[in-house]
T-cell receptor, first 115, second 114 residues
């Protein structure tokens, strides 16, 4: 158990809908990262937050957004869902992400199925 | 941006034999190289990592080597056991880029045959 929790574990929804994925980082970790895992694209970085502020953006669609709250949990919002958004979404956390690289620990993921 | 290539995509070994997975990266500024193990239905689990100031690191049956000149790094698993069967991912990161996002290889499915 990495200490990173994600809810829900599974999510099934229809095209055009909006969903919210939630992540709680390990105790003491200030950085949260979101990754998408699909069969064709592999594991891809979406976005990073550090202590409530957006730190970096990767291959994140404009239909997707995220935020990190004062208690450090993070939410990934996916809107106007398309079939191609079906994937595993992982959250990872690390102690910090400013002055040095620290290990990233992954949660169990949320499997999103868009029908 | 960074690009990480990983080989082979599948690997089958007999229990007790060694397994080697290789990765190359494109950005010479990358300085952190973790390896993750992913079992079916689970998230990636960090198993070992290496930083650019070190050439080799070992943890029991697992070792990682880094060749900065050639821009490649490898995972070595000795005395493989059935529970080593999983998908392994290499990744690279560059602390100087301001973010510590990981760029992953496509993964290697390791099967250890009893």
């Amino acid at each position: 158990d990495s200490g990173v929790t994600q809810t829900p574990k599974h999510l099934i929804t229809a095209t055009g809908q909006r969903v919210t994925l939630r992540c709680s980082p390990r105790s003491g970790d200030l950085s949260v990262y979101w990754y998408q895992q699909s069969l064709d694209q592999g594991l891809q970085f979406l976005i990073q937050y550090y202590n409530g502020e957006e730190r970096a953006k990767g291959n994140i669609l404009e239909r997707f957004s995220a935020q990190q709250f004062p208690d450090l949990h993070s939410e990934l919002n996916l809107s106007s869902l398309e079939l191609g958004d079906s994937a595993l979404y992982f959250c990872a956390s690390s102690v910090t992400g400013l002055a040095a690289i620290y290990e990233q620990y992954f949660g169990p993921g949320t499997r999103l199925t868009v029908t | 941006g960074e690009n990480v290539e990983q080989h082979p995509s599948t690997l089958s070994v007999q229990e007790g034999d060694s397994a080697v997975i290789k990765c190359t990266y494109s950005d010479s500024a990358s300085n952190y190289f973790p390896w993750y193990k992913q079992e079916l239905g689970k998230g990636p689990q960090l198993i070992i990592d290496i930083r650019s100031n070190v050439g080799e690191k070992k943890d029991q049956r697992i070792a990682v080597t880094l060749n900065k000149t050639a821009k490649h790094f490898s995972l070595h698993i000795t005395e493989t056991q059935p529970e080593d069967s999983a998908v392994y991912f290499c990744a690279a990161s560059n602390s100087g880029a301001g973010s510590y996002q990981l760029t992953f290889g496509k993964g290697t499915k390791l099967s250890v045959i009893p």
